[in-house]
């Protein structure tokens, strides 16, 4: 059996311990690794790179996970290791990524690629000139409710698609309670370290929307600074200088509207903390991270408007939910198979960092429509 040195750069984070380091390549290795094309089985050995060699050997211990290093050159130098992932802070990722690129290894990393678009395509074309397999976490795609509503419009459910509407985000305090403490990192809400939802989230909205529906032809945009003081890890009171919340509107090319709020500053009382409606000529849909319901329009109530009596019509007696048709993995672990597969037998894998730089254009271009109050067009990358 093959064995694959892949080393992940960044990971001691939240974000990079759970769904990357545990749930991703620890699962794939205690699964026995991953099946190729042509039946040979790759087993992946992971080494942990950072900053802290006391964070790394915590993680490394806790984990099973023999390789770790502070010192990330002599990793890149390894010819065993030939996978690089990065999922450090945004602002850092670019050094990472160009080192990563000159020591031949592939390369895959976290989104935002960057805070710019400039950025974020400089970076596709260092990959590209350098000849090196890339991509970016794209992980949406394959959660469990976003995939049965692709399979929905593959079948036609929908009829013409009309409009499409998604609700995310939750409250996350902001510390000045010592019972509540906040549970994201402050850096998210500080612009100068490239916090903010807007560069967060319609990263994600841009992929998921061109993936489903189709591409995104402009933006308009409102974004705000809802809660201006947090209090950081350190305990002491910061000024929160990013966006916390966002409200977008999509065109997307063939008519349908989109619309999208993003907010750390909302309670929820959905089905989950991201839903998203698809409303269409036939049928509707709601979409949650893992479950789906449908309401077709032979299925569809008729309501009375009338303000003067309780409403007679309970509007979610009328929809069903789509079963589990196959059992659905974690999405992360998913494109980290995928990814593998690319590397080793050259399976086609198109999320590569210019699908990621569409990403950082329409968070760029969102924060423009903030600024500039207008709708913005999305130019294609080519």
Same mark, same amino acid.
């Given at each position: 059996m093959k064995k694959i040195g892949i080393i992940l750069n960044g990971v001691t984070g939240r974000?990079?311990?759970?769904?990357?380091?545990?749930?991703? =390549?620890? @699962?794939?290795?205690?699964?026995? %690794?991953?099946?190729?094309?042509?039946?040979?089985?790759?087993?992946?050995?992971?080494?942990?790179?950072?900053r802290s060699e006391e964070k790394l050997r915590k993680l490394a211990e806790a984990h099973g996970v023999e390789r770790f290093t502070t010192d990330l050159d002599a990793a890149?130098?390894?010819?065993?290791?030939?996978?690089f992932f990065d999922a450090s802070?945004?602002?850092?990722?670019?050094?990472?990524?160009?080192? @990563?690129?000159a020591a031949k290894k592939a390369i895959y990393c976290e989104k935002p690629t960057a805070v710019e678009l400039d950025e974020a395509v400089r970076l596709a074309n260092v990959c590209r000139d350098a000849g090196v397999k890339n991509g970016v976490v794209q992980d949406k795609l394959w959660l469990s409710g976003l995939r049965k509503a692709q399979t929905l419009i593959n079948q036609g459910f929908f009829g013409d698609i009309l409009s499409v509407r998604g609700e995310f985000g939750y409250w996350v305090f902001t510390g000045h309670d010592e019972n509540q403490p906040a549970q994201r990192p402050s850096w998210n809400y500080r612009k100068e370290d490239g916090g903010g939802i807007i560069i967060d989230m319609l990263c994600h909205w841009r992929y998921v929307l061109d993936n489903l529906f189709g591409p995104v032809e402009a933006v308009s945009c409102l974004g705000a600074t809802h809660l201006p003081e947090r209090i950081g890890e350190d305990g002491k009171p910061y000024s929160a200088t990013a966006d916390d919340a966002c409200y977008a509107t999509f065109k997307i090319k063939g008519g349908i509207v989109a619309q999208f709020n993003s907010s750390w500053d909302v309670r929820v009382r959905?089905?989950?903390?991201?839903?998203?409606?698809?409303?269409?000529?036939?049928?509707? @849909? =709601?979409?949650g991270l893992r479950k789906c319901w449908v309401q077709p329009l032979g299925a569809t109530p008729k309501p009375v408007w009338n303000p003067d009596i309780d409403q007679p019509i309970n509007f979610f007696d009328g929809w069903q939910e789509v079963p589990d048709a196959t059992q659905f993995d974690n999405a992360?672990?998913?494109q980290w198979e995928k990814f593998i597969r690319h590397v080793v037998e050259d399976e086609p894998f198109r999320w590569?960092?210019?699908? %990621?730089?569409? %990403?950082?254009?329409?968070?760029?271009?969102?924060?423009?429509?903030?600024?500039?109050?207008?709708? =913005?067009?999305i130019e294609d990358l080519g």
């Open positions: 974000m990079g311990t759970n769904q990357h380091l545990i749930r991703s =390549i620890l @699962a794939i290795r205690e699964q026995g %690794g991953v099946k190729m094309p042509s039946g040979a089985t790759v087993q992946v050995d992971p080494i942990l790179t950072g890149l130098a390894d010819d065993y290791n030939e996978i802070s945004t602002l850092h990722r670019a050094k990472f990524v160009e080192m @990563a690129a959905r089905d989950d903390l991201f839903t998203m409606q698809i409303d269409g000529s036939l049928g509707s @849909a =709601i979409v992360f672990k998913i590569d960092l210019m699908e %990621g730089a569409k %990403g950082v254009q329409l968070a760029e271009a969102g924060l423009k429509s903030w600024e500039e109050e207008r709708w =913005i067009k």
